[in-house]
């Protein structure tokens, strides 16, 4: 059997919007020349959605705020998390406002338990010290950023 249609669902993730440029054109590339391959009646439909801008952390705020979050928190509670090919409506806000930030995760398992990752059926992070530290970790990085912002105004 030869279905009259098909659907392809793709999700692009890149640290660069260049090379998501380029792969997205690659994709209608191969797209159109399979179905010029296979004689397909009519030209592909492409629909985008759920697009998202790279988010790129300021490195003066991610200074700080690490800074800060190693002072409150100890070198031992602070770990670099490093390039994650998140898709994330994160940078959205401060890009418009033109508003240096960063993002940064926060973890929550209680030692001895299993650390599954976000999405994963088994996630379920303990309430504490989950509330906790992230309150905390909201107000340190806050001050930091906000203690920041002052000394660029005085």
């Known amino acids: 059997m ?4 098909a659907v392809l669902l793709l ?20 797209v159109r020349a399979e179905c010029m391959a296979a004689r397909s009646p009519r030209d592909p439909d492409f629909e985008y959605y759920d697009q998202y801008p790279l988010t790129s952390n300021s490195s003066e705020v991610t200074e700080a ?3 800060a979050l190693q002072t409150y928190f100890g070198d031992d509670r602070v770990h670099h998390l490093g390039r994650v090919p998140a898709s994330e409506d994160f940078s959205i806000i401060p890009d418009a406002f033109g508003t240096p930030y960063t993002y940064w995760g926060l973890g929550g398992v209680v030692p001895g338990t ?9 996630f ?18 806050a001050m930091a950023y906000l203690g920041r912002e002052a000394s660029h105004h005085e």
């Open 114 to 122: 299993c650390d599954y990752p976000i999405h994963n059926p088994g």
């Open 11 to 30: 999700n692009v993730r890149t640290y660069d919007t260049a090379v998501r440029h380029a792969i997205v054109e690659a994709i209608q590339r191969i």
């Open 124 to 141: 379920a992070p303990s309430i504490q010290p989950a509330l906790r530290t992230g309150t905390e970790a909201v107000v340190v990085a």
């Open 2 to 5: 030869i279905p009259d249609s």
């Open 65 to 67: 705020v690490t800074t």
